[in-house]
């Protein structure tokens, strides 16, 4: 067999290196899925025919890295122990096709190696991580990482680690690296721009991909710098592709840049000198980046190591052959041989010592808090790899007597109330924004029998698909169709007893996120459907019934009658007779709130009056925040609701106190405690406690109840509902659902995809028929999907409507007509179906001709001139666009357009021209000037300098009911303004020097203006971890009276190191310290900050323990902010738990302790120590560090004593496995009762025992008799 050489053109090598260089290590591709290592050494022997199977040494054989490939290949590594001809008849660094015999495709056989190659193969249930491999400047992807000589048999990366690290797959990247002789034009920022792209076509921007990291060399490591600041720059795609990466090892990657006197040598006037000169150490290019890059780097918290070299290594020189090598004179480039340092030989030392940093890279996904699984609670025994010294913890800290699969009690919902909240009428504003159909236009559509758009929706199935290019009229043909009556006539079928309606969803790409997500549709879509058929809302009670028992099953809430029933049986009541069963379902019943208000009214005013009736409706409008609230939020609720809705009461009415009465009437305790004295059962300290946990538990499920009927809806709340609404059965329902653009969802086509094929499937028991009509761009996963549906592409039936818009456009405007019709029928072929391009070409000719009205006799051919010029594609027309604007207005070309790309809000023309005036202000001072003589424009001079700035490309919109907005004329301009690219696109050679986008310029505005704190902080967070630059610098400026009177959120800020802890901007705090190194004497509660922080939810815990650390590492200390560190502990036990999050950040705090013993006041009691309150977890952390077990309270109780406090110790209301692990870590470690007698000791230890828990180690146990059933707690069934 005969091979056939593909490529022989050596200007299309991939990764060339020195003329001289023979390679001996061999990529082969295309090999059929199934094959081993044997069987293609086999089946390339075969294919070559003049070597044997012994001849080929195949190293590596893996699956490729593309997952869209179909059928799947595999790539191998080889080399040849005899060279087959096919290699020696070209020259090298060249790519060879070898046919396979009833194969399609044929092997390709290469030596450049070129883009990905993967080394080895994962199973995929294994598969958890990826590394991806970049060599350095004038070296290959193989060669580089392979020992020097002639032997190409070892190659680390690919022979060791796969070994060391387990479970990762690791991947070759190649790209054209050569210097001498490089015909190639690329920068950094083209290869690293290549490099996202293949990572995105690969796979590795999907949520299916896995987690990965970087081994770079060299410019690998410049390239891979680039590429995460232009993906922290990107679009929510690349954002979820660099939250991906977990780190990087660097081997001998510049930051300051480098000599390159020798290498301008080699490149003299090619055009690859502009990627030298960037990577000098002359360029700014290099210092810029790596600011860029440590700021992402470490606001994204990656683990990145670098590997620096100790010897010097020779520069390039030209031998008089004209080839090139490294045999000049040295050279400090870097400390180290540069291209030896990775050129690792088998056993090399380092080899286990990269290893072990790449354990610690991907280890970080692995770090959780302790978590403690619920199982039985078992004996706590040391030994087995623990430290000496150090208490084993027990798995559970609940009791076995919680029973979890008590059902939970029926509720019912106001489903009303529930419809309402799905409501969202920014979901069809989107609407309003498209532009009606003109005249006659698109009428075909019903009348065309090759679209087939009627027969479908008279009797079609499934789904229907309009598909078309970007800009070709797909939103204004959706807008129609959902509202011509022709639809609904033919939707509609009088045979049918079926139910028939339809709903519709546009996606809007530009808008708010409930406009392009998959939730805002689902909400939408089920608003629509319950509106219309109010019988079916019962499926969104069956949501809510799941919700509230599948809280109530984690929580071990239980319901009021097994509650009940355990009360009465722990002493000895048995519910047999008739009449104790009608007492206990009455005691189930809630009172009636209106009559037991009435019955507390008339006994506070001796009676009925105006006064009191005034009273009783305003309480009972507000009745479900006033009796479900817990009492220590009662206070300010009241006080709000007083001044809110009862400010005239006369001074002698006690709002509170009335609350405070009719809280008790409609409360469980009091209702209990009458029913027990109808039952002769005495009160005690058991009974008491045992109300308690009951009324605790009553009111825990009434608040649960309340806070999911008005939480938010959740994603997997409404595909519940939406599922409920494919399978029900209540009547026969026709749903036909129109889609538009389904291209601008948020999220992947695939997914989107997947789910409109199982929409329209029919489910047998099902009532519901399903039919979909969408329309989006012709994508390949929408091809893929939907290729087979019926459907048509609009950009091939447009061509009249086209033309009629032309005319229509050029006779209503005062252009002369005569000169522009005959362009007609040119912009009608060149439009290839494209609205939003005609609309443009036309607006541009009409600009020309009205620059010219007063030259008309040359207008023809400047008319001509300017259509010739324009470009046939919109993302070239748009950078043509741009390339009219004048270099000197260039910034704020920039400016606009990267604003309203960032702003998640409607922004105003006024605030966007604000905006405007202010980003390039280099000080606050500077900015505050600038705002204050800004002169006043009229709305139409501010829309007109916008449009104008944007080149058009920004419409401001004027809806029919609230402020007008600047946004993108269409989704294509903010596509192209989000490439990544587009700041060098507009700015050119400053854009490297140019780190300000437009999260910034809001960030800047919104701290000048200082009275929309939100915006702010929204702004300045994603402004650093988008950019890797703080802004202290602009802050920093600000008087701090400034700050007092502005961010008045709470008047603890009085500092920029305050606002950056209460806003979470990472960077700007780090600044602060690093310039003035005072954060050990702030007056500041900074740990007050971060609470409050968390309360207002500016930032996750996760991310406020990382503030916290910042602090302890420098030096704060939480003795100054004890108020502080009483929030995070009060925030710790709030719940029916631990927070486990918030324990890790008291934890920290408590870092920042110089002494444990410092008093903290807690729920009244005075002088505690933090050991009294912590978790057991906490508490061995604090002992193991040195804090005293018998530190006393003002009342003189140890931490032990404390924790049996029912009253007050947080443990006692959390469970009883929480207060035994807690007792046996503190007996462990030589605690004391001081202030408890020993009867009451004798009583939890018979607790703890009769629950299960062993006691055997605890003083007092032993001879501890049998539980008696009178004195037996449950108290653990009451977790709360």
Same mark, same amino acid.
């Given at each position: 067999?005969n091979p056939t050489v593909l490529a022989t053109d050596a200007d299309n090598k991939p990764a060339m290196s020195l003329r001289d260089y023979k390679p001996k290590v061999y990529r082969l591709r295309n090999l059929p899925s199934?094959?081993?290592?044997?069987?293609?050494?086999?089946?390339?022997?075969?294919?070559?025919?003049?070597?044997?199977?012994?001849?080929?040494?195949?190293?590596?054989?893996?699956?490729?890295?593309?997952?869209?490939?179909?059928?799947?290949?595999?790539?191998?590594?080889?080399?040849?122990?005899?060279?087959?001809?096919?290699?020696?008849?070209?020259?090298?660094?060249?790519?060879?096709?070898?046919?396979?015999?009833?194969?399609?495709?044929?092997?390709?056989?290469?030596?450049?190696?070129?883009?990905?190659?993967?080394?080895?193969?994962?199973?995929?249930?294994?598969?958890?991580?990826?590394?991806?491999?970049?060599?350095?400047?004038?070296?290959?992807?193989?060669?580089?990482?392979?020992?020097?000589?002639?032997?190409?048999?070892?190659?680390?990366?690919?022979?060791?680690?796969?070994?060391?690290?387990?479970?990762?797959?690791?991947?070759?990247?190649?790209?054209?690296?050569?210097?001498?002789?490089?015909?190639?034009?690329?920068?950094?920022?083209?290869?690293?721009?290549?490099?996202?792209?293949?990572?995105?076509?690969?796979?590795?921007?999907?949520?299916?991909?896995?987690?990965?990291?970087?081994?770079?060399?060299?410019?690998?490591?410049?390239?891979?710098?680039?590429?995460?600041?232009?993906?922290?720059?990107?679009?929510?795609?690349?954002?979820?592709?660099?939250?991906?990466?977990?780190?990087?090892?660097?081997?001998?990657?510049?930051?300051?840049?480098?000599?390159?006197?020798?290498?301008?040598?080699?490149?003299?006037?090619?055009?690859?000198?502009?990627?030298?000169?960037?990577?000098?150490?002359?360029?700014?290019?290099?210092?810029?980046?790596?600011?860029?890059?440590?700021?992402?780097?470490?606001?994204?918290?990656?683990?990145?190591?670098?590997?620096?070299?100790?010897?010097?290594?020779?520069?390039?020189?030209?031998?008089?052959?004209?080839?090139?090598?490294?045999?000049?004179?040295?050279?400090?480039?870097?400390?180290?041989?540069?291209?030896?340092?990775?050129?690792?030989?088998?056993?090399?030392?380092?080899?286990?010592?990269?290893?072990?940093?790449?354990?610690?890279?991907?280890?970080?996904?692995?770090?959780?808090?302790?978590?403690?699984?619920?199982?039985?609670?078992?004996?706590?025994?040391?030994?087995?790899?623990?430290?000496?010294?150090?208490?084993?913890?027990?798995?559970?800290?609940?009791?076995?007597?919680?029973?979890?699969?008590?059902?939970?009690?029926?509720?019912?919902?106001?489903?009303?109330?529930?419809?309402?909240?799905?409501?969202?009428?920014?979901?069809?504003?989107?609407?309003?924004?498209?532009?009606?159909?003109?005249?006659?236009?698109?009428?075909?559509?019903?009348?065309?029998?090759?679209?087939?758009?009627?027969?479908?929706?008279?009797?079609?199935?499934?789904?229907?698909?309009?598909?078309?290019?970007?800009?070709?009229?797909?939103?204004?043909?959706?807008?129609?169709?959902?509202?011509?009556?022709?639809?609904?006539?033919?939707?509609?079928?009088?045979?049918?007893?079926?139910?028939?309606?339809?709903?519709?969803?546009?996606?809007?790409?530009?808008?708010?996120?409930?406009?392009?997500?998959?939730?805002?549709?689902?909400?939408?879509?089920?608003?629509?459907?319950?509106?219309?058929?109010?019988?079916?809302?019962?499926?969104?009670?069956?949501?809510?019934?799941n919700m509230y028992r599948e809280r109530v099953k984690i929580d071990r809430l239980g319901n009021l009658e097994a509650d009940l029933v355990d009360l009465l049986k722990s002493h000895g009541v048995q519910i047999i007779s008739?009449?104790?069963?009608?007492?206990?379902?009455? %005691? =189930?019943?809630?009172?009636?709130?209106? &009559?037991?208000? #009435? /019955?507390? @009214?008339?006994? !506070? $005013?001796? *009676?009925?009056?105006?006064?009191?009736?005034?009273?009783?409706?305003?309480?009972?409008?507000?009745?479900?925040?006033?009796?479900?609230?817990?009492?220590?939020?009662?206070?300010?609720?009241?006080?709000?609701?007083?001044?809110?809705?009862?400010?005239?009461?006369?001074?002698?009415?006690?709002?509170?106190?009335?609350?405070?009465?009719?809280?008790?009437?409609?409360?469980?305790?009091?209702?209990?405690?009458?029913?027990?004295?109808?039952?002769?059962?005495?009160?005690?300290?058991?009974?008491?406690?045992?109300?308690?946990?009951?009324?605790?538990?009553?009111?825990?499920?009434?608040? %649960? =109840?309340?806070?999911?009927?008005?939480? &938010?809806?959740? #994603? /997997?709340? @409404?595909?519940? !509902? $939406?599922? *409920?609404?494919?399978?029900?059965?209540?009547?026969?329902?026709?749903?036909?659902?129109?889609?538009?653009?389904?291209?601008?969802?948020?999220?992947?086509?695939?997914?989107?995809?997947?789910?409109?094929?199982?929409?329209?499937?029919?489910?047998?028991?099902?009532?519901?028929?399903?039919?979909?009509?969408?329309?989006?761009?012709?994508?390949?996963?929408?091809?893929?999907?939907?290729?087979?549906?019926?459907?048509?592409?609009?950009?091939?039936?447009?061509?009249?409507?086209?033309?009629?818009?032309?005319?229509?456009?050029?006779?209503?405007?005062?252009?002369?007509?005569?000169?522009? %019709?005959?362009?007609?029928?040119?912009?009608?072929?060149?439009?290839?179906?494209?609205?939003?391009?005609?609309?443009?070409?036309?607006?541009?000719?009409?600009?020309?001709?009205?620059?010219?009205?007063?030259?008309?006799?040359?207008?023809?051919?400047?008319?001509?001139?300017?259509?010739?010029?324009?470009?046939?594609?919109?993302?070239?027309?748009?950078?043509?666009?741009?390339?009219?604007?004048?270099?000197?207005?260039?910034?704020?070309?920039?400016?606009?357009?990267?604003?309203?790309?960032?702003?998640?809000?409607?922004?105003?023309?006024?605030?966007?021209?604000?905006?405007?005036?202010?980003?390039?202000?280099?000080?606050?001072?500077?900015?505050?000037?600038?705002?204050?003589?800004?002169?006043?424009?009229?709305?139409?001079?501010?829309?007109?300098?916008?449009?104008?700035?944007?080149?058009?490309?920004?419409?401001?919109?004027?809806?029919?009911?609230?402020?007008?907005?600047?946004?993108?004329?269409?989704?294509?301009?903010?596509?192209?303004?989000?490439?990544?690219?587009?700041?060098?696109?507009?700015?050119?050679?400053?854009?490297?020097?140019?780190?300000?986008?437009?999260?910034?310029?809001?960030?800047?505005?919104?701290?000048?203006?200082?009275?929309?704190?939100?915006?702010?902080?929204?702004?300045?967070?994603?402004?650093?971890?988008?950019?890797?630059?703080?802004?202290?610098?602009?802050?920093?400026?600000?008087?701090?009276?400034?700050?007092?009177?502005?961010?008045?959120?709470?008047?603890?800020?009085?500092?920029?190191?305050?606002?950056?802890?209460?806003?979470?901007?990472?960077?700007?705090?780090?600044?602060?310290?690093?310039?003035?190194?005072?954060?050990?004497?702030?007056?500041?509660?900074?740990?007050?900050?971060?609470?409050?922080?968390?309360?207002?939810?500016?930032?996750?815990?996760?991310?406020?323990?990382?503030?916290?650390?910042?602090?302890?590492?420098?030096?704060?200390?939480?003795?100054?902010?004890?108020?502080?560190?009483?929030?995070?502990?009060?925030?710790?036990?709030?719940?029916?738990?631990?927070?486990?999050?918030?324990?890790?950040?008291?934890?920290?705090?408590?870092?920042?302790?110089?002494?444990?013993?410092?008093?903290?006041?807690?729920?009244?009691?005075?002088?505690?120590?933090?050991?009294?309150?912590?978790?057991?977890?906490?508490?061995?952390?604090?002992?193991?560090?040195?804090?005293?077990?018998?530190?006393?309270?003002?009342?003189?109780?140890?931490?032990?004593?404390?924790?049996?406090?029912?009253?007050?110790?947080?443990?006692?209301?959390?469970?009883?496995?929480?207060?035994?692990?807690?007792?046996?870590?503190?007996?462990?470690?030589?605690?004391?009762?001081?202030?408890?007698?020993?009867?009451?000791?004798?009583?939890?230890?018979?607790?703890?025992?009769?629950?299960?828990?062993?006691?055997?180690?605890?003083?007092?146990?032993?001879?501890?008799?049998?539980?008696?059933?009178?004195?037996?707690?449950?108290?653990?069934?009451?977790?709360?």
């Amino acid at each position: 067999m005969n091979p056939t050489v593909l490529a022989t053109d050596a200007d299309n090598k991939p990764a060339m290196s020195l003329r001289d260089y023979k390679p001996k290590v061999y990529r082969l591709r295309n090999l059929p899925s199934q094959v081993d290592r044997l069987l293609a050494a086999e089946l390339l022997a075969h294919c070559l025919n003049d070597i044997t199977t012994a001849d080929i040494h195949i190293f590596s054989l893996a699956k490729t890295v593309d997952q869209w490939e179909s059928p799947p290949t595999k790539v191998a590594t080889l080399t040849f122990r005899k060279t087959p001809a096919l290699v020696t008849s070209t020259h090298v660094y060249q790519e060879w096709s070898i046919n396979v015999a009833g194969s399609p495709v044929p092997l390709i056989l290469d030596t450049g190696f070129a883009g990905m190659t993967p080394l080895n193969d994962i199973p995929p249930p294994y598969h958890d991580y990826d590394c991806v491999v970049l060599s350095g400047l004038a070296s290959h992807p193989m060669g580089s990482w392979q020992p020097r000589g002639g032997d190409k048999s070892f190659m680390w990366i690919r022979d060791v680690l796969p070994e060391r690290i387990p479970f990762t797959r690791f991947v070759l990247y190649g790209y054209d690296t050569t210097i001498a002789e490089s015909n190639s034009f690329q920068t950094v920022l083209d290869l690293a721009s290549s490099l996202i792209q293949v990572l995105m076509a690969n796979g590795w921007g999907s949520p299916t991909a896995r987690p990965f990291f970087f081994l770079v060399h060299s410019l690998g490591g410049v390239l891979l710098k680039q590429a995460l600041v232009m993906l922290a720059g990107g679009g929510s795609r690349e954002t979820f592709l660099l939250d991906r990466i977990k780190g990087a090892i660097f081997f001998g990657v510049p930051s300051v840049g480098m000599p390159i006197s020798h290498l301008r040598a080699m490149t003299e006037d090619q055009p690859n000198k502009i990627l030298i000169n960037d990577l000098s150490d002359q360029s700014n290019y290099i210092p810029n980046l790596e600011d860029q890059f440590s700021g992402i780097s470490y606001i994204r918290r990656m683990k990145l190591f670098w590997a620096y070299e100790t010897e010097t290594s020779h520069t390039i020189i030209k031998l008089p052959n004209g080839s090139y090598s490294r045999l000049g004179p040295r050279a400090v480039m870097i400390n180290k041989d540069h291209s030896s340092m990775v050129k690792f030989t088998r056993g090399d030392e380092l080899i286990p010592k990269i290893a072990n940093k790449i354990r610690e890279i991907i280890d970080l996904e692995g770090i959780r808090p302790q978590t403690f699984p619920r199982v039985f609670p078992k004996q706590a025994v040391g030994g087995g790899g623990e430290e000496e010294g150090r208490i084993a913890y027990q798995t559970d800290y609940d009791t076995p007597a919680s029973d979890p699969t008590v059902e939970a009690e029926t509720v019912v919902w106001d489903l009303d109330l529930t419809t309402q909240s799905l409501r969202n009428p920014e979901s069809h504003s989107r609407l309003e924004q498209i532009e009606d159909k003109l005249g006659h236009t698109l009428d075909w559509v019903y009348e065309e029998d090759t679209v087939g758009l009627t027969s479908w929706l008279r009797n079609g199935k499934g789904i229907y698909w309009v598909s078309g290019k970007p800009g070709s009229g797909k939103s204004t043909f959706m807008k129609f169709i959902c509202s011509d009556h022709r639809t609904s006539e033919l939707l509609h079928d009088w045979r049918s007893s079926s139910r028939q309606i339809s709903a519709k969803f546009f996606f809007h790409h530009r808008g708010s996120s409930v406009q392009k997500s998959f939730e805002g549709l689902l909400r939408s879509v089920l608003s629509q459907v319950m509106e219309e058929q109010p019988a079916l809302r019962v499926l969104l009670g069956d949501v809510l019934d799941n919700m509230y028992r599948e809280r109530v099953k984690i929580d071990r809430l239980g319901n009021l009658e097994a509650d009940l029933v355990d009360l009465l049986k722990s002493h000895g009541v048995q519910i047999i007779s008739p009449i104790l069963e009608k007492e206990k379902m009455d %005691l =189930r019943r809630n009172p009636d709130a209106k &009559e037991e208000l #009435r /019955r507390v @009214l008339n006994s !506070a $005013f001796d *009676g009925r009056s105006m006064l009191s009736e005034e009273i009783e409706r305003e309480l009972l409008i507000e009745k479900n925040r006033l009796l479900h609230r817990r009492v220590e939020d009662l206070r300010g609720v009241i006080a709000d609701f007083q001044k809110a809705r009862l400010r005239d009461l006369p001074p002698e009415v006690n709002l509170a106190n009335i609350v405070a009465k009719w809280r008790e009437q409609m409360g469980m305790e009091l209702r209990v405690r009458r029913f027990l004295v109808r039952r002769n059962i005495p009160p005690s300290v058991h009974i008491n406690l045992h109300i308690m946990v009951l009324v605790e538990r009553h009111f825990a499920r009434e608040h %649960l =109840r309340q806070e999911i009927e008005m939480s &938010e809806w959740t #994603r /997997r709340a @409404l595909e519940e !509902a $939406f599922r *409920g609404l494919l399978r029900q059965t209540i009547f026969d329902l026709d749903l036909c659902l129109f889609f538009d653009a389904l291209d601008e969802y948020d999220g992947r086509p695939d997914v989107i995809s997947a789910f409109l094929k199982d929409v329209v499937k029919e489910i047998p028991s099902s009532r519901t028929r399903i039919r979909v009509l969408f329309s989006s761009r012709p994508w390949p996963a929408f091809r893929e999907a939907f290729g087979s549906s019926p459907g048509f592409e609009i950009h091939k039936h447009t061509v009249n409507d086209i033309r009629d818009y032309c005319i229509a456009s050029i006779c209503n405007n005062p252009e002369p007509d005569e000169l522009l %019709l005959p362009m007609v029928p040119d912009i009608v072929r060149r439009a290839q179906g494209v609205f939003l391009w005609v609309k443009l070409v036309l607006r541009d000719l009409a600009s020309v001709a009205a620059k010219m009205a007063d030259n008309v006799s040359n207008l023809g051919v400047k008319l001509r001139e300017a259509l010739d010029s324009i470009p046939d594609q919109l993302d070239d027309y748009y950078s043509a666009i741009i390339e009219r604007i004048p270099e000197v207005s260039r910034w704020g070309t920039y400016v606009v357009l990267e604003t309203v790309s960032r702003s998640e809000s409607n922004l105003s023309p006024a605030d966007l021209f604000r905006t405007l005036e202010c980003s390039n202000c280099a000080t606050f001072d500077d900015g505050k000037d600038d705002l204050l003589l800004l002169e006043y424009r009229p709305p139409s001079m501010v829309d007109d300098r916008l449009r104008a700035l944007s080149g058009g490309l920004i419409d401001i919109v004027y809806p029919s009911k609230g402020k007008a907005y600047a946004q993108f004329m269409h989704q294509t301009c903010k596509e192209w303004v989000e490439d990544l690219r587009f700041k060098h696109i507009v700015l050119g050679e400053r854009a490297n020097a140019t780190w300000q986008n437009g999260h910034s310029f809001l960030a800047k505005y919104y701290f000048l203006e200082g009275k929309i704190p939100n915006p702010f902080i929204h702004h300045a967070r994603l402004a650093e971890e988008t950019t890797g630059i703080s802004q202290y610098s602009f802050f920093s400026q600000a008087p701090s009276s400034y700050l007092r009177s502005q961010w008045l959120l709470h008047s603890d800020i009085k500092s920029l190191l305050g606002l950056a802890i209460c806003y979470g901007l990472r960077l700007c705090l780090n600044d602060v310290i690093q310039e003035r190194e005072f954060i050990n004497h702030v007056s500041e509660p900074l740990f007050s900050l971060l609470d409050r922080a968390l309360q207002k939810k500016y930032y996750s815990v996760a991310e406020a323990t990382n503030m916290g650390k910042t602090l302890a590492e420098n030096g704060f200390d939480i003795q100054r902010d004890k108020r502080g560190l009483e929030g995070l502990i009060t925030r710790m036990w709030v719940g029916t738990r631990p927070a486990e999050e918030i324990v890790a950040l008291t934890k920290t705090a408590l870092e920042c302790c110089r002494d444990l013993e410092f008093g903290i006041d807690w729920n009244g009691v005075r002088d505690l120590k933090v050991l009294h309150l912590c978790t057991p977890e906490l508490a061995q952390w604090l002992l193991e560090r040195g804090a005293l077990p018998n530190s006393v309270n003002a009342l003189g109780e140890t931490p032990l004593d404390f924790v049996l406090r029912t009253d007050q110790s947080p443990l006692a209301k959390v469970g009883l496995g929480y207060q035994h692990e807690y007792c046996r870590v503190l007996l462990q470690y030589g605690g004391n009762l001081l202030a408890t007698s020993q009867e009451r000791w004798q009583t939890v230890l018979r607790r703890f025992s009769s629950n299960g828990f062993d006691v055997t180690d605890f003083p007092g146990s032993e001879g501890l008799a049998d539980d008696r059933p009178e004195e037996r707690s449950h108290a653990g069934n009451y977790t709360v």
